[in-house]
T-cell receptor, first 109, second 114 residues
Framework: KNEVEQSPQNLTAQEGEFITINCSYSVGISALHWLQQHPGGGIVSLFMLSSGKKKHGRLIATINIQEKHSSLHITASHPRDSAVYIC???????????FGTGTRLTIIP | ETGVTQTPRHLVMGMTNKKSLKCEQHLGHNAMYWYKQSAKKPLELMFVYNFKEQTENNSVPSRFSPECPNSSHLFLHLHTLQPEDSALYLC?????????????FGQGTRLTVV
């Protein structure tokens, strides 16, 4: 069992739908990252959060430290949002970054 | 374009070959990282360099040898690789060396070992 689990593994939705990707972790963390990997491999860092909620454009990330759970939401989804979304748990104490296996999102026009 | 450039984008090499992957960033970042992504496996952190000094080596086999001559360049030297080393190798950089904050990733090098 991975220390960082994501669900679903694959998600296909129609353009405009509200998307939720979940991440649960069993390790102690200082912060949690959400990353976006586009076809071809390029990865960009979307959020790093340690509590509460962050919003950037149509993307919202939330984290519940007590429940060891984070969610990434995409509002008004668009085909260009199609990518693999990866969450990664960071422990500042041992500088360990543990990655989930990713969620492949496909938005159909 | 993230400001982190990796070359080559694709590489096919035999098990007896020696090759190097290159990563370059001109973002003024102090930390650089090598990651490996194999199919259907989580992204794995291989090496971390802070201010040109290697601070982390996550049990990576010695057939992978990193080099960081300055804060803008990072290399991954490859020799006598195995077919299971075929993967996407990603380089990243960040301003803050300790926390992986706002990491910027390159496009990656798709490596195939034959």
């Amino acid at each position: 069992k991975n220390e960082v689990e994501q669900s679903p593994q694959n998600l296909t939705a129609q353009e405009g739908e509200f998307i939720t990707i979940n991440c649960s972790y069993s390790v102690g963390i200082s912060a949690l990252h959400w990353l976006q990997q586009h076809p071809g491999g390029g990865i960009v860092s979307l959020f790093m959060l340690s509590s509460g909620k962050k919003k950037h454009g149509r993307l919202i990330a939330t984290i519940n430290i007590q429940e060891k759970h984070s969610s990434l939401h995409i509002t008004a989804s668009h085909p260009r949002d199609s990518a693999v979304y990866i969450c990664a748990a960071y422990n500042f104490g041992n500088e360990k970054l543990t990655f989930g296996t990713g969620t492949r999102l496909t938005i159909i026009p | 374009e993230t400001g982190v450039t990796q070359t080559p984008r694709h590489l096919v090499m035999g098990m007896t070959n020696k090759k190097s992957l290159k990563c370059e960033q001109h973002l003024g970042h102090n930390a650089m990282y090598w990651y490996k992504q194999s199919a259907k496996k989580p992204l794995e952190l291989m090496f971390v360099y802070n201010f040109k000094e290697q601070t982390e080596n996550n049990s990576v086999p010695s057939r992978f040898s990193p080099e960081c001559p300055n804060s803008s360049h990072l290399f991954l030297h490859l020799h006598t690789l195995q077919p299971e080393d075929s993967a996407l190798y990603l380089c990243a950089s960040s301003q803050d060396p300790g926390t992986h904050t706002e990491a910027f990733f390159g496009q990656g090098t798709r490596l195939t070992v034959v």
